[in-house]
């Protein structure tokens, strides 16, 4: 439902999505999630009512750190994930991600 919910304020904002990584069906584990989060900028993570912000340039988390906002139950990346640009969000939740999809 949350990935679903994603896509649709994707579309309707009309950003520029480099990539959509469907992580229910492309399980990216690890080691994996840790090079795609250090290959962008900003990393953007939303769980529950968390939301959390990484230069990951200026100050760059540590791994532990990282794996813990990246990682599911499942020891896979969490969906719904977007890289746009320098870009990552991880999670969903619109009233933090608009400004964010557009560097404000």
């Known amino acids: 439902m949350t990935c679903r919910r994603a896509e649709e304020f994707l579309d309707q904002a009309g950003a520029n999505i480099a990539e959509r990584i469907d992580a229910r069906k492309e399980r990216l584990g690890p080691a ?9 900028r900003h990393v953007f ?12 340039k ?11 906002h990246l990682i599911g ?14 870009r990552l969000f991880v999670g969903f939740r619109p009233d933090e991600f608009a400004g964010s999809l557009w560097g404000k």
């Open 32 to 40: 994996a999630a840790l090079r795609l989060a250090r290959s962008v």
């Open 45 to 56: 993570v939303a769980r529950g009512k968390k939301f959390v912000h990484f230069d990951m």
């Open 58 to 68: 200026a100050d760059p988390p540590g791994e532990a750190e990282l794996k813990q």
């Open 73 to 86: 139950p499942s020891g896979n990346l969490r969906a719904p994930t977007v890289r746009s640009g320098d």
